[in-house]
């Protein structure tokens, strides 16, 4: 095999030819030099993609979700005081919740033991039960996650278990004009009460299910957990990015 081949053979290469040749006109049209709200320093913003999602400081990774769950978390709390829970293992706000008194990155697959860690410090964690005492936590975080979990009721009524009173778990979903379930889990199988919406993994080329478009009546939906609902960033972007705080107040 020569170098060429090897080259052609490569993920690099793979990714060049499937996502950012077809979309260099968008690339073109939307790039952007300017200060990222998420990482704060000024830097090349690219669209790989028709939709805004894909839409990626070079520097950090954010997108426009990710730039306003930073901005929100950077103004209203102080990492250094709380303790901390992040949905993801290795996200791109991590830089800002790694300052937390205590920081727990978290990745969710299906048959692993929950408590395990990876090599790469993450633990597995179930939203819907945690391995975390009552009333552990002062901020939990989860980025685009909750819409992929089968039962969001208990994923709520987890949050409000493991937080203090006065914490909050800060979120986003992507902003629908009602909350629908979509799909369900009974007796160990999956059922569609809507038309299957997948969204884009980067650990599964087929991507996930969404088990819920989340509307503004999360407070009608979900306040019997006990957690208080508020839209505290958004709509914005043409993909009308937002962010979501509830709050345990007691
Ligand atoms: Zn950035």
């Known amino acids: 095999m020569n170098l060429f081949q090897r080259y052609v053979g490569s993920g690099m290469a793979r990714r060049l030819r499937k996502r950012v040749l077809p979309n260099i006109g968008i690339l073109l049209r939307t790039w952007q030099v300017r200060r990222c709200r ?59 919740l790694e300052k937390g008194r205590s920081y727990r990155r978290t990745y969710f697959r299906p048959g692993h ?5 990876r090599p790469d410090g993450s633990v597995m964690e179930d939203i819907t039960a945690l391995t975390l005492p009552d009333r552990s936590l ?6 685009d996650v909750l ?27 992507p902003f629908e004009p009602r909350t629908i379930r979509r799909a369900v889990i009974e007796d160990g199988a999956l059922r569609h009460l809507a038309e299957p919406e997948y969204h884009a993994d980067p650990l599964d080329p087929r991507g996930i299910l969404a088990f819920w478009h989340f509307g503004p009546d999360l407070q009608e939906q979900f ?20 962010v979501w705080e509830a709050r345990r107040l007691t």
């Open 38 to 96: 998420c990482c704060q320093r000024t830097s090349l913003h690219l669209q790989f993609g028709i939709d805004e999602e894909y839409s990626k400081c070079l520097r950090c990774t954010a997108n426009l979700r990710y730039e306003l769950q930073a901005e929100y978390l950077r103004d209203n709390f102080r990492p250094e005081m709380l303790d901390i829970l992040e949905l993801d293992p290795n996200s791109c706000l991590r830089p800002i």
């Open 147 to 173: 819409e992929h979990v089968p039962d969001a009721a208990a994923a709520f009524r987890e949050s409000f278990r493991v937080l203090r009173p006065g914490g909050a778990h800060v979120f986003t979903v």
């Open 223 to 242: 306040g019997d957990s006990g957690l208080v609902f508020t839209l505290v960033k958004g709509p914005e972007g043409k993909r009308r990015s937002v």
């Open 138 to 143: 002062d901020l939990i975080v989860s980025s």
């Open 113 to 117: 033991k929950p408590g395990t860690m």
